[in-house]
């Protein structure tokens, strides 16, 4: 019973040696082109906010993650549209 499997393992890892790609390895991450550091420090508050309202359930953390969320929607827009402008 071993020994089919151990073939078998062998059969599986060669082929996938020679068929699979081999994974590419990301060195540089993509990071965040154009946005300014404001408004990743933002994005960030309203990752955390929206856990801390998921844990909780509460309004009161609904309501800050609510303003959060807008003001980086806010952001973006305004940067959106100074980008479109210089153009």
């Given at each position: 019973m071993e020994l089919g499997r151990r073939?078998?393992?062998d059969?599986?890892?060669?082929?996938?040696?020679?068929f699979v790609p081999p994974k590419k390895l990301n060195s540089a991450k993509r990071g965040n082109r154009?946005?300014?550091k404001e408004t990743v420090k933002e994005i960030k508050k309203r990752e955390k906010a929206w856990i801390r309202y998921k844990s909780?359930?509460?309004d009161r953390h609904w309501q800050v993650y609510k303003f959060i969320r807008n003001r980086v929607v806010q952001l973006i827009r305004n940067m959106t549209r100074n980008n479109i402008r210089r153009s």
């Open positions: 073939s078998s393992h059969k599986f890892t060669s082929l996938s040696e020679k154009g946005i300014s909780s359930g509460s």
